[in-house]
């Protein structure tokens, strides 16, 4: 079974940081490219943020370059985290982890993944 359990969310002031993480079980890790998509409230879910270790690719939305950053470790756990600094009020949103195969042209749809978390809140006061 397929398991992507994600946490690590919260409220903070604007300005403040987070850490998000995702344990991943039940898939050959870095078969995957993880990333972290978020839904806002009323908007459509976007990704933030992507990294395929199989070929070195690493991707952020523009509106979190410089702020946020991706990682993940393969070696003593399978998981992906996301250390949002900075952040702001439209930030504010569900974040989930998500896991997807051969998508590399393909990462910035939220359609190509293959397996979800189930979201962890991120709400950014100001």
């Known amino acids: 079974e397929v398991q992507l359990q994600a946490s690590g969310g919260g409220l903070v002031q604007a300005g403040g940081s987070l850490r998000l993480s995702c344990a991943v079980s039940g898939i050959t890790f870095d078969d995957y490219a993880m990333s972290w998509i978020r839904q806002a409230p009323g908007k459509e879910r976007e990704v933030v943020s992507c990294?395929?270790?199989?070929?070195?690719?690493?991707?952020y939305a523009d509106s979190v370059k410089g702020r946020f950053t991706i990682s993940s470790d393969s070696k003593t756990e399978n998981a992906v985290f996301l250390q949002m600094n900075s952040l702001k009020p439209e930030d504010t949103a569900v974040y989930y982890c998500?896991?997807?195969?051969?998508?590399?042209?393909?990462?910035?749809?939220?359609?190509?993944?293959?397996?979800w978390g189930q979201g962890t809140e991120v709400t950014v006061s100001s």
């Open positions: 998500a896991a997807g195969r051969n998508i590399i042209s393909t990462m910035k749809s939220v359609d190509a993944y293959n397996y």
């Open positions: 990294t395929s270790k199989s070929d070195g690719t690493t991707y």
